[in-house]
Every structure is written in structure tokens, then in C-alpha cells.
């Protein structure tokens, strides 16, 4: 059974951190990219990153470069997503999603994800 288990969300000041995690089990990780998604109240699902497990290429979509950050750990089958000055408009219920590297073409886009975790809130105050 596949799963994607999300954790470290949190409560933060805006300039604060969070580093969100999603642990992985059920396929074989190495074949597969882990995607960063958010969604706030009334928003459409965004592509915030992506990460290839197989060379660690990576992608962020342009309103967190500089800011956050993707990696993964093989070995422990996580990703992590370490999200650096933090704005209140990166509040969202932040989804882990996995999909295999082969069949990828576009990496923000939530339809080409197979799986998906149940996600964690972000809240970030002024």
C-alpha cells in the first residue's frame, strides 16, 4: 500500500521557518518524484517544488525560489521541504504527491501526481 505521510507544519511568525517532511512507503522510491503542492481557502492547488529522487533535479515554482528549499533522503525514503522567510501568503494546507520520474513531464501539475498525502497546515501570521 502506498502512502505518503506529511508532517511539520505549524504556526510562524511571517520571516519564520518551517521544514515539512513527507516519509514515503509502498513503491520504490527511487523511480519516483516527490512534489510539494499547496492549497489555501478558495485557491486552486499550486505546485510549490519537485524533486527527482533518482539525480535530485529539482523545481520550485517561481514564488518560493531563494526562499524554500527541496531534498531528499534516500536512505529514510523522506523529502523535505525547509521553507526559509515565510510569508503570510504561503499560508496553505501544504500536500507531499508522488509520481513516477518516467511518466513526468510537467512537475507543478497536481494531474500528474498518482499519489497524494493528506497534508499539513501552514500558518503564517503578519
Known amino acids: 500500500e502506498v502512502q505518503l505521510v506529511e508532517s511539520g507544519g505549524g504556526l510562524v511568525q511571517a520571516g519564520g521557518s518551517l521544514r515539512l517532511s513527507c516519509a514515503a512507503s509502498?513503491?520504490?522510491?527511487?523511480?519516483?518524484?516527490i512534489g510539494w503542492f499547496r492549497q489555501a481557502p478558495g485557491k486552486e492547488r499550486e505546485g510549490v517544488s519537485c524533486i527527482r529522487s533518482s539525480d535530485g533535479s529539482t523545481y520550485y515554482a517561481d514564488s518560493v525560489k531563494g526562499r524554500f528549499t527541496i531534498s531528499s533522503d534516500n536512505a529514510k525514503n523522506t523529502v523535505y521541504l525547509q521553507m526559509n522567510s515565510l510569508k503570510p501568503e504561503d499560508t496553505a494546507v501544504y500536500y507531499c504527491?508522488?509520481?513516477?520520474?518516467?511518466?513526468?513531464?510537467?512537475?507543478?501539475?497536481?494531474?500528474?501526481?498518482?499519489?497524494w498525502g493528506q497534508g499539513t497546515q501552514v500558518t503564517v501570521s503578519s
Open positions: 509502498g513503491f520504490t522510491f527511487d523511480d519516483y518524484a
Open positions: 504527491a508522488a509520481t513516477a520520474i518516467a511518466t513526468l513531464i510537467h512537475p507543478n501539475r497536481p494531474y500528474e501526481y498518482e499519489y
